[in-house]
């Protein structure tokens, strides 16, 4: 049973009470049973991100990537290939940035499957080994590495998107059994930067109050800008890192209002800032 709990520590709204996460074989058993009930034909009257299934990322519940787009998919007809970046992004030096990339290129993953476009997700899919090499983590990934590509030729994209939403817990578990707690914790901010990019493009181009709703966050950006307070001061330093931080503490009072009260012009700032960001993840530079 979920409960809630306040974290230490300092962050954009001081004294949010965050949910502490369900065990990872509920997660998974909630992923493959009860949930994908929400892609009945009828839409949601109303989307509440606690009726998703959740991934712990330590103690705050986040929503599955793959629960939120199949969502979206209901709210309209979004052009998911429009939303699919172009090329393959070179493994950067820099650990921090690696990291970041990884995550992002997961959530890509998730864009790809919605766009049913299987050589992008096999691309994808090697790499997500690529850069998990880069940072240890190999080992975990190569399994779902060859899943993601047997599933994408066979057109099973529910389990492709089981595949990448298992990789993401896959190279987190591992990065945590290895005392990486911070380079885990940018995967996760990685993915839910690109996530968030693609959800305020479609939402902006056809703008609900449903889909405004789905940016209503407040609790799980506040979590990541805590979560690089409490990294090294190497990584606090680190200037992709730092920008990040001051993007999340742009976000967040944008995101602290509920769907009635996120706008279309402040749909477009979110995604301009994750835009931004997540081009710097990609190419480097400034």
């Known amino acids: 049973m979920l409960h809630s709990e306040i974290l230490p520590g300092e962050g954009i709204f001081p004294g949010c ?14 992923l493959t049973t009860g949930p994908l009930s929400l892609r009945a034909d009828t839409p949601p009257k109303k989307i509440a991100l606690s009726d998703f299934p959740a991934a712990a990322v330590q103690e705050v519940v986040v929503p599955v990537p793959s629960e939120i787009f199949a969502v979206l998919d209901k709210l309209g007809n979004p052009n998911w290939k429009a939303q699919l970046r172009d090329g393959k992004a070179r493994t950067p030096e820099d650990r921090a940035r690696t990291a970041l990339l990884l995550g992002n290129v997961i959530a890509e993953g998730f864009v ?66 290895l005392n990486d707690q911070d380079l885990s914790q940018l995967v996760s901010l990685g993915g839910w930067l690109r996530g968030t990019e693609v959800l305020t493009s479609i939402i902006g181009k056809g703008f609900s109050k449903d889909g405004a709703e789905l940016l209503h966050q407040p609790e ?65 530079g400034n």
């Not at 009470?17 to 909630?30: D, H």
């Not at 298992?166 to 578990?173: E, M, Y």
């Not at 690089?228 to 967040?252: C, H, Q, T």
């Open 17 to 30: 009470a965050l949910k502490r996460g369900m065990s990872l074989f509920s997660l998974l058993v909630a």
């Open 112 to 177: 790809a499957v919605e766009a049913e476009d299987a050589e992008r997700v096999k691309e994808l899919g090697r790499q997500v080994l690529t850069l998990a090499e880069a940072i240890n983590v190999r080992k975990s990934v190569i399994a779902r590495s060859k899943s993601i590509t047997d599933k994408a030729d066979q057109r099973d994209w529910r389990g492709v998107r089981s595949e990448f939403d298992g990789a993401l817990q896959d190279v987190r578990g591992a990065m945590d059994e």
């Open 220 to 284: 799980l950006v506040n979590y990541f800008d805590r979560c690089i307070g409490s990294m090294s001061a190497r990584l606090r330093r680190n200037p992709l890192v730092a920008e990040i931080r001051d993007v999340l503490r742009k976000i967040g009072p944008l995101v602290n209002e509920g769907g009635d009260n996120i706008t279309p012009e402040k749909v477009k700032t979110i995604h301009d800032l994750t835009r931004g960001v997540d081009q710097r993840i990609v190419n480097g």
